[in-house]
């Protein structure tokens, strides 16, 4: 059973930078989709970036794309989101989510990020 764990979380100031990391344990996930979501109360988790297996692949939402890149590094079974040029409503817990077939299935405990204006 792979496990997530979340860590690189913290509060920034807008226009900073944070790398989030997801490591897996348990078993590898070198085979899996994985995403990066966001949630914040009383709201719906918010799709935020995610990469293929190979690493061959990335998508991003609009509200992320060209301050965020979703990378991994299969030696040490970690994923990472870079976040650049942060803005106060990118504050929200941050997950990681494997898939290896179509569902995502996996989840991290999350990382809080706090950016302040």
């Known amino acids: 059973q792979v496990r997530l764990v979340e860590s690189g979380g913290g509060l920034v100031q807008a226009g900073g930078s944070l790398r989030l990391s997801c490591a897996a344990s348990?078993?590898?996930?070198?085979?899996?989709?994985v995403g990066w979501f966001r949630q914040t109360p009383g709201k719906e988790r918010e799709f935020v970036a995610s990469?293929?297996?190979?690493?061959?692949?990335?998508t991003y939402s609009n509200s992320v794309k060209g301050r965020f890149t979703i990378s991994r590094d299969s030696a040490k079974d970690t994923v990472y989101l870079q976040m650049n040029n942060l803005k106060p409503e990118d504050a929200a817990r941050y997950y990681c989510?494997?898939?290896?077939?179509?569902?995502?299935?996996?989840w991290g405990q999350g990382t809080q990020v706090t950016v302040s204006s």
């Open positions: 989510a494997a898939s290896e077939y179509e569902a995502y299935d996996i």
């Open positions: 348990g078993r590898t996930f070198s085979t899996y989709t």
């Open positions: 990469i293929s297996w190979s690493g061959g692949h990335t």
